[in-house]
C-alpha cells in the first residue's frame, strides 16, 4: 500500500482492508522536531545530565604514526589539579577479546595494547572534575615511544596495492563477457586516471557520550547512527549482556557515516567511569575528528572505455586502488556503480588496498558510489566528446533496461524520465556543445551534466504503536534522527494508516528499549521502518475495530472488517459513511485503556530476484572567471527517481543537502596528510573547505515520486546519499565546457586550472 505525495490540503481516508494503492497521506506541513530544536529544547548526547554529577575525561592521542609505547611517566599528571584517574595501557581493565557488531567490524584502540598503527591514536585517557583540569592534566602526560618507519605515501606505493581481505563476501572483482574482444570491437575510446582526495565527515556535533554505571548496569548517552548496533559492541567489548547495556540518543547532530560504528571514546568512556564511580562526559574536540572516527579513503580510479562510433558501448573496465589502515580492511567500493549503470557487452571491475599507518576508514555518505560516479560520469564525459555525441544521448543510448551485472531486472526504474524533466527544466537543448564556447563578459560559461545513482537497501525492523484514550496516537521505533526527519515520517506514516491527524502522533526513537531498527546508514531507514510503522498501526487498528463490531453500542456494531475505513480520528462504515465511531469513544466503552500492536517487516524472498536502485539525472551550470579561474556554480536542475517521497519538506531537503555535499566534493573539500609525520595538517573547519551559502547558487530539484511496490508496501527508497552522486562530475563537466581544462584531480581548484 504506497504512500504518494499529497496535494496541498488533501486528506483522505485510509482504508482497513485494501488489496490497491492507499490514497495520499496528510503530511507534515512542518519537522515533528522543528520547535524543540529552535526553542533549544533538543537535547544531545553532550548535554543531558547524569543522575548525579558528570565528571570529565579527555582523550590523549599518540604524537607517532607508527611504534609503540615504550613508557608513559603520568606522576605530575596525577597530582594535577582535580584529576581523578589517568587510565594508559598500563594500568587498563583488561577487556574481553574483542568482538563488535555489525554494520562494520571496527578496529578500535581501548588501551589494550601497547603499539601504534597511526598519528592520532588514543594512548591514554585522562579523568578530571573538569575539562579544563583534564586537558591541563593530559598535557604533563610524558610518553616515551619506540618508533617504526611508517607507511604514509600512498601515491608512491600504488605498486603494493593488494586485493582486500573479505572472506565469504561479494568478490572486489568481477568481470563480465569477453573483455579483450569488446574492448578491440569499441573504434573510440577513453583511457584515463582519476583521483579524489581523503575526506572526514564533519557534522555539526562531534562525537560525545556520557556514561555511568548503576551496579553491573551501564547507561549511555551517544551520538550514534545506530542504537541497536551501538548498544552490541558496547555489551559485546565491555563482556556484559546486551541487556544491561541502556543506551539513548534522542537526537544526532549529523553523522554522515561517522556515528555508524561504535569508535574508541565509547568505550574509553564507560572503562573511566568504571574506574572513578561516576557518571564520566566524554566528547571529542573538533581536531579529534581527523583519525579516531574514521573518514573517506584515497582513490586512484582507472577507468577505459571503448565505443562504437553510434555510441554504443562495447567495453568497459574500471580499477580501484584505496588506502586502508594497518589495523582493519576498509573498502570503498568506488566501481560498483559502474558494473550496472549502462548496458554494454563486456565490463571488468576491480579493488585493491594499499596498507598505511593511518586511523581506520569508514562509511562517508554514499560510500563508493560518491566517488565513483565522479569519476564514471567524467569518463563518459570525456566519451561523448570524443564521438562528438550529446552527453545525455550517450547515456540514452547505453541505457540499461535490466542490471547489466546481475542479470536481474529493476524492481523499477525511470531514469529517461529524469533524464527528460531535468534537461528540459535546465534548457539544456540550447547548450553549445563546443568546449569554452559559451560566454559572459570576462566569465566563462559551462554546462554540464550527469547520472547519479544509489542501492535501495532495507532491513528487518520493529516498531510499536498505540492508540490512546484520548483518540491521540504513540509510535515507538528503536531508530535514530540525523536530522534527516526520522521523527516526521514516522508520526506521518503511523497517523496516515490510523487515519489520525499526524500532528495528534507522539513519535519517539533513540532509546536501546525501543524496538529494534537497523543503522541509518545505506539510505535504508525510511524503507525499512516505515513499513513496520505501517503494520504496527493496522494491527492496532484492527484491534479497536474488532472492539467496535462486538459493541453493541457502536454505529460499527456487526459489521466486517473490510468495510471499515480510518480518516479523522474514527472508524466509518466504507459502505455508508455516516456510521462512524471515534477511536476515543471506542476506547473509553471498552475498558478505558490503550491498545497497542508491535509491527515487524523484512525484505521478502523474492527481493533477491530484483535489482534495487534510485537513479537521478543531474545538470549544473557554472561561471569560471577568466582570469583567476574561481568557479561560480550558478544553478543546479536535478531530478530523481526514488520511488514514493515520503514527505515533501524532509526529502526534497536531504536530496538539497547531498547535493551541496557533491558540489563540496567538486571544489572544496579535502584532507591534507602530511607523509612525515602522519597528521592531517588542516584538522579544522578553517582550513577543511566545505561550501557555504555563498558557494551555492540555485537549486531546483523534484522527484518523479512514482512507487517503487516491488521494493517495499510503501513504494519508497532511501533518499539520504544518492544526492552526493554525480554531482562532483555534473560540475566538473561544467567547468571542462567552459574551460576547455578537463582536471581528472579532485577537488578542482583554482591552481589546477591555472596549471592545466
Same mark, same amino acid.
Given at each position: 500500500?504506497?504512500?504518494?505525495?499529497?496535494?496541498?490540503?488533501?486528506?483522505?481516508?485510509?482504508?482497513?482492508?485494501?488489496?490497491?494503492?492507499?490514497?495520499?497521506?496528510?503530511?507534515?506541513?512542518?519537522?515533528?522536531?522543528?520547535?524543540?530544536?529552535?526553542?533549544?529544547?533538543?537535547?544531545?548526547?553532550?548535554?543531558?545530565?547524569?543522575?548525579?554529577?558528570?565528571?570529565?575525561?579527555?582523550?590523549?592521542?599518540?604524537?607517532?604514526?607508527?611504534?609503540?609505547?615504550?613508557?608513559?611517566?603520568?606522576?605530575?599528571?596525577?597530582?594535577?589539579?582535580?584529576?581523578?584517574?589517568?587510565?594508559?595501557?598500563?594500568?587498563?581493565?583488561?577487556?574481553?577479546?574483542?568482538?563488535?557488531?555489525?554494520?562494520?567490524?571496527?578496529?578500535?584502540?581501548?588501551?589494550?595494547?601497547?603499539?601504534?598503527?597511526?598519528?592520532?591514536?588514543?594512548?591514554?585517557?585522562?579523568?578530571?572534575?573538569?575539562?579544563?583540569?583534564?586537558?591541563?592534566?593530559?598535557?604533563?602526560?610524558?610518553?616515551?615511544?619506540?618508533?617504526?618507519?611508517?607507511?604514509?605515501?600512498?601515491?608512491?606505493?600504488?605498486?603494493?596495492?593488494?586485493?582486500?581481505?573479505?572472506?565469504?563476501?561479494?568478490?572486489?572483482?568481477?568481470?563480465?563477457?569477453?573483455?579483450?574482444?569488446?574492448?578491440?570491437?569499441?573504434?573510440?575510446?577513453?583511457?584515463?586516471?582519476?583521483?579524489?582526495?581523503?575526506?572526514?565527515?564533519?557534522?555539526?556535533?562531534?562525537?560525545?557520550?556520557?556514561?555511568?554505571?548503576? +551496579?553491573?548496569?551501564?547507561?549511555?548517552?551517544?551520538?550514534?547512527?545506530?542504537?541497536?548496533?551501538?548498544?552490541?559492541?558496547?555489551?559485546?567489548?565491555?563482556?556484559?549482556?546486551?541487556?544491561?547495556?541502556?543506551?539513548?540518543?534522542?537526537?544526532?547532530?549529523?553523522?554522515?557515516?561517522?556515528?555508524?560504528?561504535?569508535?574508541?571514546?565509547?568505550?574509553?568512556?564507560?572503562?573511566?567511569?568504571?574506574?572513578?564511580?561516576?557518571?564520566?562526559?566524554?566528547?571529542?574536540?573538533?581536531?579529534?575528528?581527523?583519525?579516531?572516527?574514521?573518514?573517506?579513503?584515497?582513490?586512484?580510479?582507472?577507468?577505459?572505455?571503448?565505443?562504437?562510433?553510434?555510441?554504443?558501448?562495447?567495453?568497459?573496465?574500471?580499477?580501484?586502488?584505496?588506502?586502508?589502515?594497518?589495523?582493519?580492511?576498509?573498502?570503498?567500493?568506488?566501481?560498483?556503480?559502474?558494473?550496472?549503470?549502462?548496458?554494454?557487452?563486456?565490463?571488468?571491475?576491480?579493488?585493491?588496498?594499499?596498507?598505511?599507518?593511518? +586511523?581506520?576508514?569508514?562509511?562517508?555518505?554514499?560510500?563508493?558510489?560518491?566517488?565513483?560516479?565522479?569519476?564514471?560520469?567524467?569518463?563518459?564525459?570525456?566519451?561523448?566528446?570524443?564521438?562528438?555525441?550529446?552527453?545525455?544521448?550517450?547515456?540514452?543510448?547505453?541505457?540499461?533496461?535490466?542490471?547489466?551485472?546481475?542479470?536481474?531486472?529493476?524492481?523499477?526504474?525511470?531514469?529517461?524520465?529524469?533524464?527528460?524533466?531535468?534537461?528540459?527544466?535546465?534548457?539544456?537543448?540550447?547548450?553549445?556543445?563546443?568546449?569554452?564556447?559559451?560566454?559572459?563578459?570576462?566569465?566563462?560559461?559551462?554546462?554540464?551534466?550527469?547520472?547519479?545513482?544509489?542501492?535501495?537497501?532495507?532491513?528487518?525492523?520493529?516498531?510499536?504503536?498505540?492508540?490512546?484514550?484520548?483518540?491521540?496516537?504513540?509510535?515507538?521505533?528503536?531508530?535514530?534522527?540525523?536530522?534527516?526527519?526520522?521523527?516526521?515520517?514516522?508520526?506521518?506514516?503511523?497517523?496516515?494508516?490510523?487515519?489520525?491527524?499526524?500532528?495528534?502522533?507522539?513519535?519517539?526513537?533513540?532509546?536501546?528499549?525501543?524496538?529494534?531498527?537497523?543503522?541509518?546508514?545505506?539510505?535504508?531507514?525510511?524503507?525499512?521502518?516505515?513499513?513496520?510503522?505501517?503494520?504496527?498501526?493496522?494491527?492496532?487498528?484492527?484491534?479497536?475495530?474488532?472492539?467496535?463490531?462486538?459493541?453493541?453500542?457502536?454505529?460499527?456494531?456487526?459489521?466486517?472488517?473490510?468495510?471499515?475505513?480510518?480518516?479523522?480520528?474514527?472508524?466509518?462504515?466504507?459502505?455508508?459513511?455516516?456510521?462512524?465511531?471515534?477511536?476515543?469513544?471506542?476506547?473509553?466503552?471498552?475498558?478505558?485503556?490503550?491498545?497497542?500492536?508491535?509491527?515487524?517487516?523484512?525484505?521478502?524472498?523474492?527481493?533477491?530476484?530484483?535489482?534495487?536502485?534510485?537513479?537521478?539525472?543531474?545538470?549544473?551550470?557554472?561561471?569560471?572567471?577568466?582570469?583567476?579561474?574561481?568557479?561560480?556554480?550558478?544553478?543546479?536542475?536535478?531530478?530523481?527517481?526514488?520511488?514514493?517521497?515520503?514527505?515533501?519538506?524532509?526529502?526534497?531537503?536531504?536530496?538539497?543537502?547531498?547535493?551541496?555535499?557533491?558540489?563540496?566534493?567538486?571544489?572544496?573539500?579535502?584532507?591534507?596528510?602530511?607523509?612525515?609525520?602522519?597528521?592531517?595538517?588542516?584538522?579544522?573547519?578553517?582550513?577543511?573547505?566545505?561550501?557555504?551559502?555563498?558557494?551555492?547558487?540555485?537549486?531546483?530539484?523534484?522527484?518523479?515520486?512514482?512507487?517503487?511496490?516491488?521494493?517495499?508496501?510503501?513504494?519508497?527508497?532511501?533518499?539520504?546519499?544518492?544526492?552526493?552522486?554525480?554531482?562532483?562530475?555534473?560540475?566538473?563537466?561544467?567547468?571542462?565546457?567552459?574551460?576547455?581544462?578537463?582536471?581528472?584531480?579532485?577537488?578542482?581548484?583554482?591552481?589546477?586550472?591555472?596549471?592545466?
Amino acid at each position: 500500500m504506497p504512500i504518494t505525495a499529497l496535494n496541498p490540503g488533501q486528506q483522505k481516508a485510509s482504508g482497513i482492508a485494501s488489496d490497491g494503492a492507499k490514497p495520499a497521506p496528510k503530511q507534515l506541513a512542518m519537522r515533528y522536531d522543528a520547535r524543540a530544536k529552535v526553542t533549544g529544547t533538543a537535547k544531545y548526547a553532550g548535554e543531558f545530565r547524569a543522575p548525579t554529577d558528570a565528571v570529565y575525561a579527555f582523550v590523549v592521542q599518540s604524537t607517532i604514526p607508527s611504534g609503540s609505547i615504550a613508557s608513559i611517566d603520568q606522576a605530575a599528571a596525577t597530582k594535577s589539579s582535580g584529576v581523578l584517574a589517568v587510565i594508559t595501557p598500563f594500568n587498563a581493565p583488561k577487556l574481553p577479546p574483542a568482538n563488535p557488531q555489525p554494520p562494520a567490524r571496527r578496529h578500535i584502540t581501548v588501551l589494550q595494547e601497547r603499539e601504534i598503527f597511526y598519528n592520532g591514536q588514543p594512548v591514554a585517557v585522562v579523568v578530571a572534575r573538569s575539562l579544563p583540569e583534564a586537558i591541563q592534566a593530559a598535557s604533563l602526560l610524558r610518553i616515551t615511544y619506540r618508533q617504526t618507519a611508517a607507511k604514509l605515501r600512498f601515491r608512491e606505493r600504488l605498486g603494493e596495492a593488494r586485493p582486500p581481505k573479505f572472506p565469504g563476501r561479494e568478490p572486489a572483482a568481477q568481470t563480465r563477457g569477453d573483455m579483450a574482444a569488446a574492448m578491440s570491437k569499441g573504434t573510440v575510446r577513453v583511457e584515463q586516471t582519476y583521483t579524489t582526495p581523503y575526506q572526514h565527515h564533519n557534522p555539526m556535533e562531534p562525537h560525545a557520550t556520557l556514561a555511568w554505571w548503576e +551496579g553491573g548496569k551501564l547507561n549511555v548517552y551517544d551520538s550514534t547512527q545506530y542504537i541497536a548496533g551501538d548498544c552490541m559492541t558496547i555489551a559485546r567489548t565491555l563482556g556484559i549482556p546486551t541487556d544491561n547495556v541502556h543506551l539513548e540518543c534522542p537526537y544526532t547532530g549529523g553523522g554522515f557515516g561517522c556515528k555508524g560504528s561504535t569508535w574508541s571514546h565509547v568505550i574509553l568512556a564507560a572503562m573511566a567511569a568504571k574506574v572513578v564511580g561516576k557518571p564520566v562526559k566524554l566528547a571529542l574536540e573538533r581536531p579529534q575528528m581527523w583519525g579516531p572516527v574514521g573518514g573517506r579513503p584515497t582513490t586512484v580510479q582507472q577507468i577505459k572505455l571503448a565505443a562504437t562510433q553510434d555510441g554504443k558501448i562495447t567495453g568497459v573496465q574500471h580499477d580501484v586502488i584505496v588506502h586502508t589502515s594497518l589495523m582493519e580492511d576498509f573498502l570503498e567500493p568506488s566501481a560498483d556503480q559502474t558494473r550496472m549503470l549502462y548496458a554494454s557487452e563486456a565490463c571488468a571491475t576491480s579493488h585493491k588496498m594499499v596498507d598505511m599507518n593511518l +586511523g581506520v576508514a569508514t562509511f562517508m555518505r554514499a560510500p563508493g558510489e560518491s566517488n565513483g560516479t565522479a569519476a564514471l560520469e567524467t569518463a563518459m564525459d570525456e566519451l561523448a566528446l570524443a564521438l562528438k555525441m550529446d552527453p545525455v544521448q550517450l547515456r540514452l543510448t547505453n541505457y540499461a533496461e535490466k542490471d547489466p551485472g546481475s542479470d536481474k531486472p529493476w524492481s523499477s526504474k525511470h531514469l529517461r524520465e529524469c533524464y527528460e524533466q531535468a534537461g528540459e527544466r535546465f534548457g539544456w537543448s540550447k547548450r553549445n556543445p563546443q568546449p569554452a564556447s559559451m560566454r559572459e563578459g570576462n566569465k566563462l560559461i559551462g554546462w554540464g551534466m550527469a547520472t547519479a545513482t544509489y542501492p535501495a537497501n532495507r532491513s528487518a525492523a520493529q516498531a510499536l504503536v498505540r492508540i490512546l484514550t484520548n483518540g491521540h496516537a504513540f509510535v515507538g521505533c528503536g531508530s535514530q534522527d540525523l536530522g534527516t526527519g526520522t521523527y516526521t515520517i514516522m508520526a506521518q506514516t503511523a497517523g496516515d494508516t490510523l487515519g489520525i491527524d499526524p500532528r495528534l502522533v507522539e513519535a519517539k526513537l533513540g532509546d536501546s528499549t525501543l524496538p529494534k531498527a537497523p543503522a541509518s546508514g545505506g539510505s535504508q531507514s525510511a524503507a525499512s521502518i516505515c513499513p513496520a510503522i505501517s503494520a504496527a498501526a493496522m494491527q492496532a487498528k484492527l484491534k479497536v475495530a474488532q472492539l467496535a463490531i462486538n459493541d453493541p453500542e457502536s454505529p460499527l456494531h456487526g459489521a466486517i472488517v473490510a468495510d471499515i475505513s480510518a480518516s479523522d480520528g474514527r472508524l466509518f462504515l466504507s459502505s455508508s459513511p455516516g456510521s462512524s465511531d471515534s477511536y476515543a469513544d471506542i476506547l473509553s466503552r471498552n475498558g478505558g485503556k490503550a491498545v497497542e500492536a508491535l509491527g515487524s517487516t523484512e525484505p521478502g524472498e523474492d527481493s533477491t530476484a530484483m535489482s534495487t536502485h534510485s537513479f537521478g539525472a543531474v545538470f549544473a551550470e557554472v561561471a569560471v572567471d577568466a582570469e583567476t579561474y574561481m568557479v561560480e556554480v550558478r544553478r543546479i536542475v536535478a531530478t530523481y527517481d526514488i520511488g514514493t517521497l515520503i514527505n515533501d519538506t524532509t526529502g526534497i531537503n536531504q536530496l538539497e543537502g547531498g547535493i551541496v555535499w557533491g558540489v563540496g566534493f567538486a571544489l572544496h573539500e579535502e584532507s591534507h596528510l602530511d607523509e612525515t609525520y602522519g597528521r592531517y595538517v588542516n584538522a579544522n573547519l578553517a582550513e577543511y573547505h566545505v561550501p557555504v551559502n555563498a558557494d551555492i547558487g540555485k537549486l531546483d530539484v523534484t522527484v518523479l515520486n512514482i512507487p517503487d511496490i516491488k521494493f517495499n508496501p510503501l513504494g519508497a527508497r532511501g533518499i539520504g546519499e544518492i544526492g552526493i552522486t554525480g554531482t562532483a562530475a555534473a560540475v566538473g563537466n561544467a567547468i571542462f565546457h567552459a574551460t576547455g581544462k578537463r582536471i581528472r584531480n579532485f577537488p578542482i581548484t583554482l591552481d589546477k586550472l591555472m596549471n592545466a
